[in-house]
């Protein structure tokens, strides 16, 4: 069954350091998104991205983050200058558009967790 | 008003037993409707679609209601493999729930 494939699976960092979550999405899908959840609370959705662009963006998605999808098959999320309350588990999903429904059906990641210190 | 509310829980019910959830939403356009299961510090995966007839599959049954614009998930003889937060999912734009929390015991 096709897969959704993140890496680091955990990555530990200093308060003001960068990092770069990446995901391989499925490889027919078209559609790409980032959720965070904080240890204990619900999935927050960050940004979604079609077409190589932003599609939509929550009130999280602030300066501080960006998307990219450098080549073919990867999408990385980069967290400029992590503060503390960046901890959490960042998912990556993808989606085609459902046949029939014209609604998406998320595939997930395992996630990455992102602990900051 | 928030856009998707789920009933809180947390729901502790024992082996065998039926229990179901609700999911309000609010914008009355919304056309898609979707069940997630999250287990404790895994990714959400989809359990099952809502139809606009109502669906089944085995023991899970989804159904909505476009009057009171709430979805519900009724799963039959628990089994303590369904011990899960189960997170809801309304029109296209992907937002969850808060998820409800079911704990089936033996």
């Known amino acids: 069954e096709p897969e959704v494939t993140q890496t680091p699976s955990h990555q530990v960092t200093q308060m003001g350091q960068e990092v770069i979550l990446r995901c391989v999405p499925i490889s027919n899908h078209l559609y790409f998104y980032w959720y965070r959840q904080i240890l204990g609370q619900k999935v927050e959705f960050l940004v979604s991205f079609y077409n190589n662009e932003i599609s939509e963006k929550s009130e999280i998605f602030d300066d501080q983050f960006s998307v990219e999808r450098p080549d073919g098959s990867n999408f990385t999320l980069k967290i400029r200058s992590t503060k503390l309350e960046d901890s959490a588990m960042y998912f990556c999903?993808?989606?085609?558009?459902?046949?029939?429904?014209?609604?998406?059906?998320?595939?997930f990641g395992a996630g990455s967790r992102l602990t900051v210190l | 008003r928030k856009e998707v509310e789920q009933d809180p829980g947390p729901f502790n019910v024992p082996e065998g037993a039926t229990v179901a959830f609700n999911c309000t939403y609010s914008?009355?356009?919304?056309?898609?409707f979707f069940w997630y299961r999250q287990d404790c510090r895994k990714e959400p995966k989809l359990l099952m679609s809502?139809?606009?007839s109502g669906n089944e599959d085995g023991r899970f049954t989804a159904q909505l209601n476009r009057a009171s614009q709430y979805i519900s998930l009724l799963i039959r003889d628990s089994k303590l493999s369904d011990s899960a937060t189960y997170l809801c999912?309304?029109?296209?734009?992907?937002?969850f729930g808060a998820g409800t929390r079911l704990t089936v015991k033996p």
């Open positions: 914008n009355s356009a919304s056309q898609s």
């Open positions: 999912v309304v029109n296209n734009d992907m937002r």
């Open positions: 809502v139809y606009s």
């Open positions: 999903a993808s989606s085609e558009m459902e046949q029939g429904s014209g609604a998406n059906v998320l595939t």
